[in-house]
């Protein structure tokens, strides 16, 4: 097997010792860094992601599956530059203020993190204002917020409305989740979009930073 | 003999309440509320004010555990006894607090209005075997700051049951608090006849919000029931294994019941739940999985050796239609539950994780819960023995129709379901219409709220409940509630 496609296997198995070494042979042998990102360790995630979509596989072996990928970047990481090194971008998420429901927010956090982003994580019932202010402090290209109650989606909306008012909208996209929402409200409100699970944010974030 | 369903032998039961008890004292529980940690100092925990942490000893448990009261009823709006939570007498509500309900076609769902609560409120007055209503929906035409305390208003004013409710925020508690005074008179006919039972909940790991620690207290100074919801989320926010989320479940339901019982001694309370095998392909909560049921009914089982009454939220379903697996899910967790003899079983009309109620599923769930009381009357002697008159009639007669034997025990013995349940043949079937369930189940919503008498409270009451609610929507900016029906 070619050692790219021995680095994409082991990641799906989820062993991150023989992902790390695996990279680092790769790399004594001259395999370019962005031929090993791409082809060895991204694409395996890739799998990964579309065998949970189809229930093959199970929220435990995609988290396995990630640490192993970080074990690869961890070895990539000091030859990365430049492009390479912002493969993926800042993706801010909470839950809003008055809501204390941080389950699903969790989990989309750790797929976002799985699938290589930065993921600075506001915690619960964070006020609209907090979004905004860490969007701008970390150049994040994507605010993600999460409502599980009727009584705090309206909250939103606000967070929508200061990014306007900051010329943040259209910069920043804006996502939402949680039980009480729907594709109708995130428009509604002029979200960028509602996405329905983690996978589904994933691949939303992913489209929005034209990451295929 | 009443048949019981047991999971868990006492010595397991033990252990893994000593086991709850030692996480307490060495890890102890994090309460995001300033006044409940100096209350629980005063009462000899150590605490960390600025870590926003107590550690539970075993004296504090045991305190806890002494003043619990074994048993409490409930009354509804007029004063009447309506629920025993006792032994194992099993009573239903409905699931509670729904964001969608079903629309009337069966498929859509969609958010609901004053209308369709009012609806609801009318049905649960024909729903015989369901003995308290739940505030099972958050009405969406009103202020989201009222619409907690709106559908118990709606509530109060068009069923007599009594209700399990709970607020959203630590300021509703007020107005819902009012809302029951209106009713009962005084504070202490309240403290005397309980109307409401609050459900509040623990945030797992081993966590109490600031809104729900403080929901403990303010019910307990008021005796206002409440039912503790430790919802582990086994194989993500708790152990994968059911003894060990039943660990976690009993730690967190342990330090609910500490904060309410310091608070006030023997403050009412229910031993509850709504714990959930995580379902690890599609990130959700299965109120229909088989380890979720048997996770309530355990819990149950401890709450009973610990001599509390208990909850759980159980017999529901997370199918989106009225189809095959809201049946099978919610007929086999209401029968589990009353199996098992939970006291408060919080199920009926829901579908959808919780988060869709159906009018129609509501009926249908109604018949379950009959058959489910049935089953849990047992298979008692009446005049069987010595048989040999009765067969001897039988032969003679060639039937046992009119029998005075069939006659005295037709009624004890034979549950008759409504209309909702096919019993028709074939033919017959056919002839009435060849309904499918959902369209049998809508006539009878139909047929039900055509039917209904209005509750009976005073017009003093109602007046002040319509002055509460409506001052306590002004100060939300809402001049006037929707009209209503
Ligand atoms: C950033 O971008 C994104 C992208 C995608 C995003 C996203 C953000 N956020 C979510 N997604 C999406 O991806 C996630 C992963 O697949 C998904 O996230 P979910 O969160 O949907 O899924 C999780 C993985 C698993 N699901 C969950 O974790 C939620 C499950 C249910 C049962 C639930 C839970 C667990 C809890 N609760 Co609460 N709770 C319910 C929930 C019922 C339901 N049907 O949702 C709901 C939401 N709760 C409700 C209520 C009433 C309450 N709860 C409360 C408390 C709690 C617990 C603390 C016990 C616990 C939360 C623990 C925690 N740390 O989060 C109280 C609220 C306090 C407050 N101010 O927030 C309280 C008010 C109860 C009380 N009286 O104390 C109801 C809301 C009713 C309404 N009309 O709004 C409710 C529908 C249950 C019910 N029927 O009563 C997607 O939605």
Redo the contacts between chains.
């Keep these: 097997m070619d050692i790219l496609e021995n680095i994409s296997q082991s990641l799906q198995n989820g062993e991150p010792d023989t992902v790390a070494e695996l990279t680092g042979k790769a790399l004594d042998d001259g395999v370019p860094v962005k031929e090993l990102l791409h082809k060895g360790l991204l694409s395996g995630m890739e799998v990964v992601g579309e065998r ?1 979509k189809a ?1 093959e596989i ?3 072996d995609v988290l396995l599956a990630a640490k192993a990928m970080y074990a690869g970047m961890e070895v990539l990481k000091p030859l990365m530059v430049g492009e390479e090194a912002a493969t993926s971008g800042t993706v801010v998420i909470g839950t809003v203020q ?1 809501d ?1 429901h941080d ?2 927010k969790n ?1 989309v956090g750790i797929m976002l993190r799985g699938a290589g982003f930065n993921v600075v994580d506001l915690g619960k019932d964070v006020p609209p204002e907090r979004f905004i202010e860490e969007a701008q402090r970390t150049g994040a290209r994507v605010i993600g917020m999460s409502a599980l ?4 989606m ?1 909250v939103m909306g606000l967070v929508v409305n200061l990014a306007r008012e900051r010329g943040l909208l259209g910069k920043v996209k804006i996502i939402v989740g949680g ?2 929402l729907s594709d109708e409200y995130a428009q509604q409100i002029g979200a960028d979009a509602y996405c329905f ?2 996978m589904n944010a994933v691949d939303c974030v992913k489209g929005f930073l034209g990451i295929n | 003999m009443r048949p019981t369903l047991r999971f868990l032998t006492d010595e397991l039961i033990n252990k893994i309440v000593d086991e709850a008890r030692s996480l307490l004292a060495s890890l102890g529980v994090e309460i995001h509320n300033d006044s409940v940690l100096s209350m629980l100092a005063d009462h000899g925990a150590r605490v960390d004010m600025e870590g926003h942490h107590a550690w539970l000893t075993d004296d504090i448990i045991d305190r806890a555990l002494k003043t619990a009261p074994a048993s409490f009823k409930l009354y509804d709006t007029l004063g009447n006894e309506a629920v025993n939570l006792a032994g194992y007498e099993s009573n239903f509500t409905p699931g509670s607090t729904a ?1 969608n309900i079903l629309d009337q076609d069966g498929k859509l769902s969609r ?1 609901p209005v004053a209308d369709d609560y009012v609806r609801y409120a009318k049905l649960m007055t024909g729903m015989h075997h369901i003995a308290s209503q739940s505030t099972a929906m ?1 009405p ?1 035409d009103v202020h ?2 009222i ?2 305390s709106y559908r118990l208003y709606l509530s109060l004013m068009f069923c007599e049951k009594p209700v399990i409710t709970g607020t ?2 630590i300021e509703a508690f007020e107005i819902m608090k009012d809302l029951q005074l209106a009713v009962r008179g005084t504070a202490g006919e309240l403290a005397a006849k309980p109307l409401t039972v609050f459900s509040a909940c623990p ?1 797992s790991p081993l966590k109490w ?1 600031d ?1 729900t620690s403080q929901n403990l207290v303010d019910c307990a100074n008021w005796s206002i029931p409440v039912e503790y919801i430790s919802m582990p ?1 086994s194989g ?2 708790a152990p994968v294994t059911l003894v060990g989320s039943l660990i976690q479940h009993t730690a967190e339901t342990l330090s609910g019941l500490a904060i309410s019982q310091l608070t006030k001694p023997g403050a009412p309370v229910l031993y509850g739940g709504s714990p959930a095998v995580f379902d ?4 959700t909560t299965p109120m229909g999985d088989v380890g979720t049921m048997m996770q309530d009914c355990a819990y149950n089982e401890i709450g009973k050796y610990l001599n509390l009454p208990t909850q759980a939220y159980i017999g529901l379903s997370d199918a989106k239609l009225l189809d095959a697996q809201a049946g099978l899910e919610t007929s086999m967790g209401a029968t589990l539950a009353v199996l098992a003899g939970i006291n408060n079983i919080s199920g009926p009309g829901m579908l959808d ?1 919780e ?1 869709c109620f159906s009018l129609e599923k509501l009926v249908v769930d109604n018949e379950i819960c009959g058959m489910t009381f049935r089953m849990a009357k047992g298979i008692e002697p009446r005049d069987d023995f010595p048989s040999q008159p009765l067969f001897e009639e039988l032969i003679a007669e060639q039937h046992l129709l009119i029998a005075d034997h069939t006659l005295r025990h037709l009624k004890d013995e034979v549950f008759f379901p409504g209309p909702s349940i096919d019993r028709a043949n074939r033919s017959r079937w056919k002839e009435e219409g060849g309904r499918t369930l959902f369209k049998r189940a809508n006539s009878e919503v139909d047929r039900i709220i055509a039917e209904y008498t209005p509750a009976r409270l005073s017009d003093d009451v109602t007046a002040e409940l319509t002055r509460l609610m409506e001052t306590e929507a002004r100060r939300h900016g809402m001049d006037k509630l929707p009209e209503v029906n």
């Design positions: 949970f229930h199970f929220l435990p008055g204390l389950i699903g989990l109650l009727t009584t705090t309206p039980a009480p699970d983690g | 964001i958010r958050m969406t989201e700051k619409s907690d959203f925020t945030t919000s809104v989320l993500f926010m690890l392909r599609y990130e994780f988060s």
